[in-house]
């Protein structure tokens, strides 16, 4: 096997390495994310408006697009040294069996018992409540990935966490219910009948199995009705995108140590937790002109936001009770097709992405489910790693940019995201063995009609 | 937080700092573990009786008892590189949760997809059956955590791999199940139609739902009756300690850089895999008078060899069909009752294990499973990780261990081994959720009754 010999398979930085501040890439776009808006005014959310739904420090980050850099406080980096820094991996396996020139680099998100990503910013925004003296935190989860993260990171400021699943995924999906219990949170099925919205719902849909949008809502309420408690959300927010950079500022500083210089950035994008926290810091060199490097976000073609959204002004929930946020979106209503077992089903996608998007920093692949499972087997069977359905996205163009460079000779170096593993998605694995997966692409007539329903803003 | 200025959370060592050898435990000990026994001549097996079932390197290993080092080859020291070195942890949090003075190390070795230090032998077993020209290998396996192993290394390796899986496994398991066809492994549930035991054992007992004796049978069948065929196996033999050394040689790499020395050694055991790979130098040290180490054992009360268990020659397979080996056992017609969750269910122990055992060398306690769950549960809450059932044996006595200090002020050091993560027992730590959990110990009278069974052999 081919091994650049001062190249470990895998990175770790020291604790001493570990990055001590998030940075908040608004602070360097000079055409800043449009604000959220207030759905009953249409004027921008003010800090007062935001405070009753979220945790205070958390609506200072969400609405701060001026400052580059927020310290981390030490209790969350101490948590982070329980299972960061991450890991940069050297794919060598990999790039053996394509026969690639290309070096390939992954950053593994998956080494924590959510699985994923999401617990940098769960710890982060359970901290913020913890230190406002709140007794706890109301969410949705749909596949589970959000909650469970969400879960251990009350368990660890000893928060309440008070989970709204919907219903299909908490029957369907017992697992990270299970791994929420053991965190000691309350899992409840949604539409559920603890609140108005649930008995609205399951009175006028008597038998429904949910949506996130629906338990978007119940999480809303039960917040804003129980005294001490805030709403917190895992993606599509800027405070989210501010907690992810620690994945691209470890990432970049393990290139730094060894001089690796990247040529393209590879991150898959649902609501852009991930793709925005990975690429951060090389973006922010970019819109200061200090290094450029070619970005790519990657999508379901069942849900392309990106590809194939408006830049609108729309809500963020399909229970529209929510701010609305301007952004790449499909409409609110859009729920993919039911045979769609990748992830990365929001209907719409961060703000900040969505700005750089439309003004050139960064393009866009949309990629159909069939290939991603393909790729995150052929990735597994080389690598090791189980990846999840939504970090094989990210595989799935890593391997097909490193094929062009087979043909062109090109040395290029990629590095991409893999945000989490597939312990918890094997029943969509199972699938794709069986030959019984299919793929779906929204015709544009199925687009045109949940587009039309944005709402009208003239902003 | 008190933290020791210069231990960090998670101590991993470099590439360079690897080891290149696996140590010999037995090459230290006076008193040899007894060899093993033809079934049929009760004599010791030979070289050439063991290579038709399992490979010829592989043999070589089980049979040296004098060799202090195996080098590793070098591409088993590849794809160590993709998952280890694992971390040795500190547990500040669990530290501080229980308020002792103790310091408390784990060696976790979950951050495979496997789930599992498994994968460390796994990987060596494929190798030397690829190395001498084999088409592929046969085993059987239980919940999977050695089939999935088993089936990341023959992906590696591009070799054939055909599990038998206990039918009631393959069924109430399925995702293990996907995880063993995603790496490519053939899955059969057994008993199965496929060998001449599992339709012997199908027309005799209709509908069985298998057992892992059943299952060894037939893997064993398959592998000695297909050209290009061996059998392997994950735990028990002298060749797994041997591999799984690699454990505690990092484990011992780790704490020399920062000087600490150890007073207390626990691991779970069920064959000894993880146990015998854990303590491998530090009882290596204490055989040859260097050192000393409280070594400690943690098993099961509901399948308890260590501490009630006979020291006798017994087969190691129900079927009867395997080589007779000298060890601590209940009888190899034991079988832990039904509620067993916990893992660990093997009515033997390794010979090397049982040898040091008998001679004074190391203490075993037995556990109850509600206990093992609650001691998992507390664990995950502050340290993040959900471990295996079986890792959570060790977890309980460390956390006795650690109350212990509490009390008499010592600052006793303490070394675990967390050999894995429990994402595929949800269904277990559900049952404990919802209370449903309940404990089995055997009464003298099983285990009288199992172990009168044991063969009579003058040795």
Chains 1, 2 share one sequence.
Not at 137 to 142: K, N, R, S
Not at 182 to 209: C, F, L, Q, W
Not at 217 to 229: F, K, L
Request: with cysteine.
């Amino acid at each position: 096997m081919k091994k650049d010999s001062n190249i470990p398979y895998k990175i770790y930085l020291e604790e001493s390495e570990m990055p001590k501040a998030w940075y908040n890439l608004r602070a360097d776009m000079k055409n800043k994310p449009a604000p959220l808006l207030n759905p009953g005014t249409l004027e921008p959310m003010t800090y007062e408006e935001l405070i009753p739904v979220f945790c205070d420090d958390l609506v200072k980050q969400e609405l701060d697009d001026t400052t580059p850099y927020f310290e981390i406080p030490e209790e969350i980096r101490n948590f982070y040294k329980m299972y960061r820094p991450s890991p940069l991996v050297r794919a060598y396996c990999l790039e053996e069996k394509l026969g690639t020139p290309a070096k390939i680099y992954y950053k593994f998100e998956g080494n924590n018992t959510s699985g994923s990503h999401k617990l940098n910013s769960a710890i982060a925004q359970a901290y913020y409540a913890k230190k406002q003296g709140l007794k706890g935190v109301t969410t949705e989860t749909g596949a589970g990935q959000w909650g469970t993260a969400l879960s251990m990171a009350c368990s660890y400021f000893d928060l309440d966490c008070k989970v709204y699943m919907v219903k299909c995924s908490y029957e369907q999906k017992p697992f990270r219910r299970e791994v929420m219990r053991t965190y000691g949170a309350s899992v409840t099925p949604s539409p559920s009948m603890d609140t108005n919205i649930g008995r609205k719902i399951n009175a006028e849909h008597p038998g429904t199995t949910g949506s996130l949008g629906c338990a978007i809502s119940e999480a809303v309420e039960v917040a804003t009705s129980n005294p001490g408690y805030r709403y917190v959300l895992g993606s599509v927010l800027n405070q989210v995108l501010l907690h992810q950079s620690v994945i691209g500022l470890e990432t970049k500083i393990a290139l730094d140590k060894y001089n690796i210089k990247p040529d393209m950035i590879i991150g898959c994008a649902g609501g852009g937790s991930n793709l925005g926290g990975l690429i951060a810091p090389f973006m922010g060199e970019k819109l200061r002109g200090e290094a450029d490097y070619e970005i790519v976000a990657v999508e379901p073609a069942s849900c392309p936001s990106f590809t194939r959204g408006k830049f609108a002004y729309d809500f963020c929930d399909t229970g529209m009770v929510c701010p609305l946020a301007k952004m790449k979106t499909l409409g609110a209503d859009f729920i993919p097709a039911a045979n769609h077992a990748g992830g990365l089903r929001y209907h719409g996608m961060s703000s900040t992405l969505s700005q750089l998007y439309e003004d050139g920093y960064m393009k866009a692949v949309a990629v159909t489910q069939t290939d991603v499972f393909a790729a995150a087997e052929e990735f597994a069977r080389v690598e090791g790693i189980l990846p999840a359905p939504e970090s094989s996205h990210a595989i799935k163009v890593a391997i097909d940019e490193a094929l062009k460079c087979k043909q062109t000779g090109e040395e290029k170096t990629i590095v991409f995201g893999l945000t989490g593993t597939g312990y918890f998605d094997m029943v969509a694995y199972e699938k794709f063995h069986d030959g019984l997966m299919t793929d779906y692409i929204p015709t544009d007539e199925d687009l045109e009609k949940s587009m039309s329903k944005l709402p009208k803003v003239d902003k």
